[in-house]
């Protein structure tokens, strides 16, 4: 199995950035898709971004042009770099990882809020 942790969230203004970082543990060779989404109070998880193994990249509509996937398999992380940032960015960011048998593991999430 694998253990996902999360880090970097917090409270930024519109218009600014922050990167999300989450490192992977335990059987980190089984990760096909590695990726994050957000929740939104109210509404229902979305995709923000994931990345295969040999780096292709899938963005949800509302980041693209202004989120950036990063995926290090020697360290076994995933980062996500937001600039641009929203209010209505604001939710809680969860990293998730698909494993090659299709079993997904979600982290703990990390809450980020954008305010205007």
């Known amino acids: 199995q694998v253990q996902l942790v999360e880090s970097g969230g917090g409270l930024v203004q519109t218009g600014g950035s922050l990167r999300l970082s989450c490192a992977a543990s335990?059987?980190?060779?089984?990760?096909?898709?590695m990726g994050w989404y957000r929740q939104a109070p109210g509404k229902q998880r979305e995709l923000v971004a994931n990345i295969v193994s040999r780096g292709s990249t899938n963005y949800g509509s509302s980041v693209k042009g202004r989120f950036a996937i990063f995926r290090d398999n020697t360290k076994n992380t995933v980062d996500l770099q937001m600039n641009s940032l929203k209010p209505e960015d604001t939710a809680v960011y969860y990293c998730?990882?698909?494993?090659?048998?299709?079993?997904?593991?979600w982290g703990q999430g990390t809450q980020v809020t954008v305010s205007s």
């Open positions: 998730n990882t698909v494993s090659y048998s299709g079993l997904s593991t």
């Open positions: 335990g059987s980190t060779t089984s990760m096909a898709v």
